[in-house]
């Protein structure tokens, strides 16, 4: 199929199908002609079209590694590169996409699971812009749920933190989300507590869908994940 005509085809079925869909419909097609399509999809405005191509570029990227890793890799620097500012652009879905590769394949997460947190850190590739935070701590969250030990091995909890003071209310929702999933002691519960008043909504992709909160309810819910202290006997 003509590049143009493959791109067209996979942003309608982003677009319209079910996740079910796309999955089966893109089974059938070759790990790289799916690149520049599903890229194109995870920087769309459409909603739908972007988490779509968030969720699929997961699996796609973890066939890719399973028959090529070099060329996974070069798929890795690419959002990398895209976040850069010396790239030229935004690096819209890049947060996202690469945390859901990581979370689809564990070699993947061994080598690139650092990345992410440095994305977070001042010494690292700090991510300073805000929107592009909020795509940050979603993909902290998703990676999260299911590969925590990696990200709390590289004190990916204390990074979250100051997160928590952000002035934009996703991120600071979102940051609580996935310190719920990754804290293991109190050291965060103060903050958490700090946020409980704060009623700012909150929209995030989960589990196929839009989700619609406030920081105060993450806030909550993280509060009630991280285990409590041991009482003193």
Not at 124 to 152: K, S
Request: proline share 6%.
């Amino acid at each position: 199929m003509h590049e143009r005509r493959l791109k067209q085809t996979v942003l309608d079925l982003l677009r319209t199908a079910s996740m079910e869909q796309i999955h089966a419909a893109l089974s059938t097609y070759q790990e790289q002609q799916l690149l520049n399509p599903l890229f194109s999809g995870i920087c769309r405005a459409d909603e739908t079209v972007k988490w779509h191509a968030v969720t699929a570029m997961g699996p796609v990227l973890a066939r890719l590694a399973d028959k090529n890793m070099e060329a996974a890799r070069v798929v890795m620097r690419r959002f990398m590169w895209s976040l850069n500012d010396e790239s030229g652009g935004i690096g819209w879905g890049s947060p996202e996409a690469m945390a859901e590769a990581l979370a689809c394949h564990d070699r993947l997460a061994e080598e690139y699971t650092h990345i992410l947190v440095a994305f977070m850190r001042e010494d690292g590739f700090f991510i300073e812009y805000e929107p592009l935070q909020r795509g940050l701590m979603w993909g902290v969250g998703r990676l999260a749920l299911v590969r925590p030990e990696p990200l709390r091995a590289r004190d990916a909890v204390g990074y979250l933190r100051p997160y928590l003071a952000a002035a934009d209310a996703t991120v600071r929702g979102l940051a609580a989300r996935a310190l719920g999933l990754l804290e293991t002691g109190p050291a965060s519960l103060a903050s958490l507590t700090d946020l409980r008043a704060d009623r700012r909504p909150v929209r995030y992709w989960h589990e196929g869908a839009m989700r619609e909160t406030t920081v105060a309810a993450l806030a909550a819910a993280a509060i009630a994940a991280i285990p409590a202290p041991p009482t003193p006997e």
